[in-house]
């Protein structure tokens, strides 16, 4: 059983920066895909971006490209995203979720098979 752990979310203004983190328990972690996703109130969770096992490929969403960063180091079992230019519809509760494979997709959501229990970012003056 693979956990997940997010953490860095909190409160920033419009135009900043947040990194999150995401935390697995697993020593397997670098043969697990990771994935953030976020769901705003009242919005079905959405896809935001992804990593491949290895850390070689990516996907974004459209709406963050260009803003947000995904990374890992698989030494340290963690994954990161990097958000840029922060908007007030970034607002939103992010996840990180894992599968066991290799190249990263966002979609479907149903082919992650762990989720961690979420961190909450507001962007907001």
């Known amino acids: 059983q693979l956990q997940l752990v997010e953490s860095g979310g909190g409160l920033v203004q419009p135009g900043g920066s947040l990194r999150l983190s995401c935390a697995a328990s697993?020593?397997?972690?670098?043969?697990?895909?990771i994935g953030w996703f976020r769901q705003a109130p009242g919005k079905e969770r959405e896809g935001v971006a992804c990593i491949s096992s290895s850390g070689g490929h990516t996907n974004y969403a459209d709406s963050v490209k260009g803003r947000f960063s995904i990374s890992r180091d698989n030494a340290k079992n963690a994954a990161y995203l990097q958000m840029d230019s922060l908007k007030p519809e970034d607002t939103a509760v992010y996840y990180c979720?894992?599968?066991?494979?290799?190249?990263?997709?966002?979609?479907?959501?149903?082919?992650?098979?762990?989720w961690g229990q979420g961190t909450q970012v507001t962007v907001s003056s």
């Open positions: 697993r020593f397997t972690f670098e043969y697990y895909v």
């Open positions: 979720a894992a599968f066991l494979g290799r190249l990263c997709v966002i979609s479907p959501m149903s082919q992650y098979d762990y």
